[in-house]
């Protein structure tokens, strides 16, 4: 049984022909006035111009509402597909595009559902690869281990050069057929994965080969007699990659570790920690409760930056906006941070974040601290939090000195009888999305005085 779904397919048929469907309908006579909420174009292929269309510059096929939602989600599950990850983003796009466009221009043929569904199988059969299966091999530093022994779904193995020579990790070039001398009798991980691309392939094996790391570590934390000091394993830089049916290995590659470099920018060093002594003297004149707040929201982003997991990155930014934002009396945190950040960002501001893409940062963090789900968090994600974990920390320092506050349930309090709120809540009030309710419903609460008191805090008053 594999202990993980890494090597995703979907059944794309079913999905697609709901999407190309209502691209078939003839919608020129729709004489509704209302505005689109969602729109997607792009340039209609020649092949699909008739000559009047010819004449205009650049002629677009224009999506809205549910078309602009189902393309958008029919590219996003192309793109999750192991059988497509040989393709490039754009061309994902760009192929789904021109099925999208030609579907269009032919529309009365279309509408015949037999033709459609064949247009679909063709262009899946075409999009979609077999799934080759691959053998990728790291060391695991720290571990001596010299028997062969299966864990879960991968095995640790100690090998010769020659045995692993024998088992297809060769190569004919001599460079390369080299560097396999440093696997040679070193404890091994050996992890079986599949997919279309093998660079994404070795991406998943390490993200797998991660995973049994932590599982050795759960597991042999149990001994007594070992301190967990000899449980810091880890994953080499370098690895040996095949196909698992043929006999010559693809190649050696290297990825570099989550590891220290060298920071050398003297100006910048200079200028950020100039930033750094202003906030110093700005809470020298503000009561210790508030500077250890301030304090404690620092440690918890230094956390976040030194960790390597983009889940925990982004579950320690979301404490840090929680020990800065909220407290033990707020009940359900992620609405409210994600109002307070828009409020204390207009105090220095003219146009803020939406408190929507905030609260969806939270729900992100929620999914890894309950244990709902794993690798839920991007790059592009934590670099987005930690901007605005960093301002909000600069915002509260400033807001605090501005208008001499003491404590922090006065800031909190501030900000939610100053001029914006209800501003914030009437704008918020226009969109009709899952988030922005749940974020009106927290504010109004705490505006107009209905939030519900937790029933602990009515037995302490007792």
Avoid at 76 to 104: G, H, S
Avoid at 151 to 178: A, P
Avoid at 406 to 435: C, G, H, M, R
Avoid at 441 to 459: A, R, T
Wanted: glycine share 2%; aromatic share 10%; with cysteine.
């Amino acid at each position: 049984m594999k202990y993980t779904q890494s090597n995703r397919t979907i059944n794309h048929e079913p999905h697609l022909k709901k999407f190309l469907s209502l691209i078939a309908k003839d919608t020129e006579n729709d004489e509704s006035n209302s505005s689109p909420k969602r729109v997607f174009s792009g340039r209609i292929p020649d092949k699909f111009l008739t000559e009047e269309m010819k004449k205009d510059e650049s002629p677009s096929l224009i999506l809205t509402d549910d078309e602009a939602l189902l393309f958008d989600e029919r590219y996003k599950n192309l793109r999750k597909d192991c059988q497509t990850e040989y393709l490039k983003d754009n061309e994902v796009k760009n192929l789904l595009w021109y099925l999208t466009c030609e579907i269009w221009s032919d529309r009365k043929k279309f509408k015949n559902s037999k033709e459609l569904q064949s247009k679909i199988n063709n262009f899946v059969e075409d999009i979609c690869k077999p799934l080759e299966e691959y053998e990728v091999i790291f060391k695991v530093n720290n571990l001596k281990i010299k028997k062969r022994t299966r864990v879960w779904d991968s095995v640790i193995i100690n090998y010769t050069k020659r045995t692993l020579m024998q088992k297809g990790f060769k190569h004919s070039e001599k460079l390369l057929s080299k560097q396999i001398d440093d696997f040679e009798k070193q404890t091994l991980l050996l992890i079986t994965e599949t997919g279309t691309n093998s660079s994404l392939v070795v991406d998943r094996a390490r993200q797998k080969g991660n995973e049994i790391v932590k599982l050795l570590q759960t597991y042999l934390s149990e001994m007594s007699s070992v301190v967990n000091e000899q449980l810091l394993f880890s994953l080499s830089e370098n690895y040996l990659l095949r196909k698992k049916d043929e006999s010559k290995m693809i190649g050696p590659g290297w990825q570099r570790n989550f590891s220290p470099i060298e920071f050398d920018y003297e100006e910048q060093f200079k200028m950020l920690t100039q930033k750094a002594n202003k906030h110093y003297d700005l809470l020298k004149n503000v009561p210790e409760k508030i500077q250890n707040c301030v304090k404690r929201t620092i440690v918890w982003i230094g956390k976040a930056v030194s960790e390597e997991d983009f889940d925990l990155k982004i579950a320690f930014l979301c404490t840090a906006l929680e020990t800065l934002l909220t407290t033990k009396q707020d009940g359900r945190k992620g609405e409210k941070i994600a109002y307070r950040i828009a409020l204390l960002k207009k105090h220095f501001e003219e146009y803020i974040t939406h408190p929507r893409h905030i609260l969806w940062l939270y729900q992100l963090r929620s999914s890894v601290v309950h244990g709902s789900n794993i690798r839920v968090a991007s790059k592009s994600e934590y670099h987005t939090l930690l901007r605005l974990t960093r301002e909000m920390l600069d915002y509260f320092i400033q807001f605090v000195n501005q208008h001499s506050l003491k404590k922090q349930t006065q800031v909190l309090e501030f900000l939610i009888k100053s001029q914006y709120a209800e501003d914030l809540l009437n704008w918020l009030k226009l969109f009709p999305d899952k988030n922005s309710t749940e974020i009106v419903k927290s504010l109004e609460d705490e505006i107009f005085g209905n939030e519900v008191v937790p029933v602990c805090l009515l037995l302490k008053k007792e």
